[in-house]
């Protein structure tokens, strides 16, 4: 069993540096001391990382780029300094590696090879959203960004919509108020929060309701955190017809009655497998 070991003293290992959202002054000491010391920096983006450094007045020292689709092609160097009692540090674009960024393979690869890996924790945008929007903040599910495709996306916005919990996710400018109408239509009527440009100058908090979008005020300008809160004690996230189009899905895709009302039930919180089964025998007749 590997015993990871403190960053102070920069001891042979993979650091997950967290890097400010926007705020400079957000980088620990910590990080600050790891960055410096790390014999290769893994950055999403060298030029960007590169950037950061200057900024921040770090020397700059070796950077190799690790990102979606060159990540597995990296590990065999990093496993290969490391086993040499080399250090690597990995930084994403901003906030924490591996929450929607690349980072997974590497510390799972180095987990499995019995390397260290050392966390050197920081700014995260999830955080940062749940510590300021108002809503409950536990417990809540980190979603990253939401699938592209419609149905996709309706999908995972039932799942995590049926625990009852927060839920957090990032979105583009061009899409956000596309994915807020997807989870109005699958989630309910929600408090929601948007958080735009978090820890920068334009930061900013927008509190509302997911069946009262055209009230909000959000300039489509920036990085967005959206915080959808729970459903309140007895909400339904669809309505009658809503949960008999569900039940039609369901149907379609087999199933003993009681399974198929159970599968329809989960989609639709706020309703009971009974429920969901007594309306079933109604499609059925």
Known sequence: ?????????????????????????????????????????????????????????????????????????????????????????????????????????????????GLAVV???????????????????????????????????RRLLETHGATGATLVFFERKNRLMDSLEAAHAVLGPREVCIARELTKIHEAFTIGRLDALGELDVPLLGEFTVVVGPPAPGTRAVDEDGLRAILREELAAGGKPREVARRAAARAPGWTTGQAYDLLGGLNG
């Open 119 to 153: 966390p050197v924790p920081g700014p995260s945008a999830p955080l940062a959203a749940l510590m300021a929007c108002g809503l409950p903040p536990l417990p809540f599910t980190f979603l990253g960004f939401l699938p592209r495709s419609g149905g996709d996306r």
């Open 1 to 113: 069993m590997v015993k990871d070991t403190p960053a102070a003293a920069l001891a042979s290992a993979l650091y997950v540096v967290a890097t400010p959202l926007g705020n400079l002054g957000d980088l620990s000491a910590r990080a600050r001391a790891v960055l410096a010391g790390a014999d290769l920096v893994l950055a999403e983006d060298t030029r960007r990382a590169g950037t950061l450094f200057k900024a921040l007045g770090i020397p700059a020292r070796g950077f190799l780029s690790c990102h979606e689709h060159n990540e597995k092609e990296r590990l065999g160097r990093v496993l290969e300094l490391l086993g040499q009692g080399g250090s690597a540090a990995l930084v994403s674009d901003a906030g924490t590696p591996l929450l929607s960024d690349p980072g997974f393979a590497l510390v799972r690869a180095c987990r499995e090879a």
